[in-house]
């Protein structure tokens, strides 16, 4: 029996991953296997691997690797490059790197003795309270509600190309019985999940809600990233559902940033076509963007107008309707396509519960391209 993908049921998108019979550990599917595995993840966007508890850093990164021949698979480097943890990021406190994998970061929540090597660390989930404007009442947390934390792509987003997959491993999860709920501050609609789900958008499904008029749009607009995006937002707070910043004035100069040059700046699409599949999904990180240039006229829009732009063409995607949130059962390997998905952090954490994950990716050796639309390649990353 060959490997099969089981489309989930009630939900927009995603699939379960039956293995061949005989494989434990995929990382060592035969190329036949790997084909089908490959294609399930483009097709569903993102898929689980049921009781995989066990696998190794090391074959959650060979794995990882095999689906990006252009990723740097000597390099030691996971998919944000030196300045993950620099002391002003937004990403500082997200996790720890396994000694002896280090493309392989543990994240999670609560005191653990040890792990792969790791011994007596704390991790912290993150969490709406430290990121968004206006965070939730502590009334609010205790009658169950979350937020969805950030809306993201997995990328450094400065030098390093997006990662084409990200692998996340669940080793210690809340039980599905821990049931939490996201309220829409604007349409009040009310969304369950399980603590500390991990919800997705299809970045297609995206795209597809927009009119005909948005996307031909879209599809010829170059999204400038500002350079260390991280750092550059590191003062600044996002809107509640997650989907970007909120503007009041508090980024970094560029002068305040670790130094940056023009040519490892991210100019990239806002619309990306799928190699595999050739769907055009709608991809863009709305916290860490700069500028939106047009390509056909050369306008520029301003920060704050930037991100009020794709907060317009974002919003409609988020709906409850369109996001899957996936409930972890200990051991699932969940392989999502990040270049063709927004994912995000949920679930309120107190500093005693336990949340233990593997994760990894790899910055890709090649951006993300909108097909029969190049970006505009002579514009320059202007100052605040
Ligand atoms: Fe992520």
Same mark, same amino acid.
């Given at each position: 029996?060959?490997?099969?993908?089981?489309?989930?049921?009630?939900?927009?998108?995603?699939?379960?991953?039956?293995?061949?019979?005989?494989?434990?550990?995929?990382?060592?599917?035969?190329?036949?296997?790997f084909?089908?595995l490959e294609?399930?993840l483009h097709?569903?966007?993102?898929?689980?691997?049921?009781?995989?508890?066990?696998?190794?850093?090391?074959?959650?990164y060979v794995l990882t690797t095999r689906f990006d021949e252009t990723c740097d698979k000597e390099g030691?480097s996971y998919g944000?490059?030196?300045?993950?943890?620099?002391?002003?990021?937004?990403?500082?406190?997200?996790?720890?790197?396994?000694?002896? *994998?280090?493309q392989? &970061?543990?994240?999670?929540?609560?005191?653990?003795?040890?792990?792969? =090597?790791?011994?007596?660390?704390?991790?912290? &989930?993150?969490?709406?309270?430290?990121?968004?404007?206006?965070?939730?009442?502590?009334?609010?947390?205790?009658?169950?509600?979350?937020?969805?934390?950030?809306?993201?792509?997995d990328s450094?987003?400065?030098?390093l190309s997006p990662p084409k997959c990200t692998t996340?491993? =669940?080793?210690?999860?809340?039980?599905?019985?821990?049931?939490?709920?996201?309220?829409?501050?604007?349409?009040?609609?009310?969304?369950?999940?399980?603590?500390?789900?991990?919800?997705?958008?299809?970045?297609?499904?995206?795209?597809?809600?927009?009119?005909?008029?948005?996307?031909?749009?879209?599809?010829?607009?170059?999204?400038?990233?500002?350079?260390?995006?991280?750092?550059?937002?590191?003062?600044?707070?996002?809107?509640?559902?997650?989907?970007?910043?909120?503007?009041?004035?508090?980024?970094?100069?560029?002068?305040?940033?670790?130094?940056?040059?023009?040519?490892?700046?991210?100019?990239?699409?806002?619309?990306?076509?799928d190699p595999i599949?050739?769907?055009?999904?709608?991809?863009?990180?709305?916290?860490?963007?700069?500028?939106?240039?047009?390509?056909?006229?050369?306008?520029?829009?301003?920060?704050?107008?930037?991100?009020?732009?794709?907060?317009?063409?974002?919003?409609?995607?988020?709906?409850?309707?369109?996001?899957?949130?996936?409930?972890?059962?200990?051991?699932?390997?969940?392989l999502f396509s990040n270049r063709q998905?927004?994912?995000?952090?949920?679930?309120?954490?107190?500093?005693?519960?336990?949340?233990?994950?593997? *994760?990894c990716n790899i910055a890709s050796g090649e951006d993300p391209?909108?097909?029969?639309?190049?970006?505009?390649?002579?514009?320059?990353?202007?100052?605040?």
């Open positions: 029996m060959s490997l099969k993908a089981i489309p989930l049921t009630n939900a927009p998108f995603g699939a379960t991953i039956q293995l061949p019979q005989d494989a434990t550990d995929p990382s060592l599917l035969g190329q036949e296997d084909d089908l294609k399930a097709t569903y966007k993102v898929i689980v691997i049921p009781d995989q508890k066990n696998l190794s850093p090391r074959s959650q030691k944000h490059g030196k300045t993950f943890r620099h002391k002003d990021s937004v990403l500082k406190k997200d996790g720890h790197t396994v000694p002896s *994998q280090p392989v &970061q543990i994240i999670g929540n609560g005191h653990w003795e040890e792990d792969n =090597g790791l011994k007596d660390f704390d991790l912290t &989930q993150p969490s709406q309270r430290t990121f968004h404007k206006d965070t939730l009442t502590d009334e609010q947390t205790a009658a169950g509600q979350t937020r969805f934390y950030r809306w993201h792509i450094a987003l400065y030098e996340l491993l =669940g080793i210690h999860v809340p039980g599905a019985d821990e049931q939490q709920k996201i309220v829409y501050e604007d349409t009040k609609e009310e969304f369950s999940l399980t603590k500390g789900a991990t919800a997705f958008i299809s970045g297609a499904i995206a795209f597809n809600l927009l009119s005909k008029g948005d996307q031909e749009l879209a599809m010829n607009t170059t999204v400038v990233y500002a350079p260390h995006p991280y750092i550059f937002i590191g003062r600044s707070k996002a809107t509640s559902d997650g989907l970007t910043m909120v503007s009041e004035g508090k980024e970094l100069s560029f002068d305040e940033l670790p130094e940056w040059e023009e040519s490892k700046v991210k100019k990239l699409p806002l619309v990306w076509t599949t050739g769907e055009h999904s709608l991809q863009v990180h709305g916290c860490c963007i700069f500028n939106l240039v047009r390509n056909k006229t050369g306008e520029r829009l301003g920060l704050e107008e930037s991100r009020q732009e794709v907060y317009r063409l974002m919003r409609p995607a988020i709906a409850p309707k369109h996001v899957y949130a996936h409930s972890w059962t200990a051991g699932d390997l969940v998905l927004w994912h995000s952090v949920t679930g309120e954490f107190s500093k005693d519960d336990k949340r233990l994950m593997h *994760q391209v909108c097909e029969g639309h190049p970006v505009a390649s002579d514009i320059k990353v202007r100052n605040v």
